[in-house]
Each structure stands twice: as structure tokens, then as C-alpha cells.
């Protein structure tokens, strides 16, 4: 069911790319009440939500790195190798998964997400390597506090 889920997903990778972006820019600008409030008050709460949301529409695992927007709304964690930054060498030549045949591959599934995006482009950035004591916290929460610290240096 939740692979069904992500491959219809992918279709509409570029109405969820908007989706995600202003999420994204309302996070940002909660960034203030979130401060008030105290991050690590506020970061269970705002997990579980990230969680169900993003685990219903993306098989999310809660790698507290989210990299959707870069990899064509298509979460690389879902690879049973956990790669980052495109297909092992065992992508088969009908686009499946060498370690469940059944499944077509992540990185065939991110790069059809890529191409029916505006900024799909990012996909060809390579990504940093995934921060294992990141996972279960916000990517959303992480976001905002980044974007707010980002700004506030540049000023």
C-alpha cells in the first residue's frame, strides 16, 4: 500500500514540490513562536505530525534530514541501502531493485519525480551523508531554526 502511495507520489511530484515549499516558508516564519516556545518543547509534537504526514505520502523514516525537494519528492531512505546520492550498481535495466526485485528503484522513482519538477534540476547536487543521531527529531523544525540562523548571520 505505501509503495503505491509513494509511486502516485511521484506523479504529482510537482503540485507537492509547491506543497512542500510553502511549508516549508511557514515553518520559517514560525521560527519566532518556536523560539518562545522552546524547540525541544515543541519538537515531539511537531515529529509525530512531520511523521504521519510524511510517512502516509512518502514512506518517510524520519531520517531528520529531509532531502524530498532534492530527490525529486522521492525519499532516498526508502532504498534498502539507504543511498543518498543515486542508484547502487544494481539497478536492473527494467529500473528494479536488485535487493527486492518487486520494487522499482528509489533513485528511477526520484529522478521521474525530478523531471516533472520546477526545481528538479537539485537533483544533480550531491547531498551530504546522513547524520545518524538525527533520526526521529523535525526535518521541519530543523529547517526553520537553519533558515532563521542562516538570515541572521547574512545581516
Not at 27 to 50: N, T
Not at 128 to 148: E, I, K, N, T, Y
Request: aromatic share 8%; glycine share 8%; with cysteine.
Amino acid at each position: 500500500m505505501m509503495y503505491h502511495i509513494r509511486v502516485l507520489v511521484v506523479r504529482h511530484s510537482r503540485k507537492l514540490e509547491k506543497l512542500y515549499n510553502i511549508i516549508e516558508k511557514l515553518f520559517v516564519r514560525l521560527h519566532p513562536f518556536f523560539e518562545m516556545v522552546g524547540y525541544d518543547r515543541i519538537e515531539k509534537p511537531v515529529a509525530y505530525i512531520e511523521r504521519s504526514v510524511k510517512g502516509l505520502l512518502f514512506d518517510c523514516s524520519m531520517c531528520g534530514q529531509c532531502v524530498l525537494s532534492s530527490t525529486g519528492m522521492t525519499c532516498p531512505m526508502n532504498c534498502p541501502k539507504q543511498l543518498r546520492n543515486g542508484p547502487c550498481g544494481g539497478v536492473t535495466k527494467l529500473g528494479t531493485c536488485e535487493v527486492f526485485p518487486e520494487m522499482r528503484c528509489v533513485w528511477v522513482l526520484a529522478w521521474d519525480g525530478a523531471s516533472r519538477m520546477k526545481n528538479g534540476d537539485r537533483i544533480k547536487e550531491c547531498l551530504p551523508p546522513v547524520d545518524h543521531s538525527l533520526f526521529g527529531s523535525s526535518s521541519w523544525l530543523r529547517v526553520a531554526r537553519d533558515h532563521a540562523t542562516t538570515k541572521l548571520r547574512n545581516h
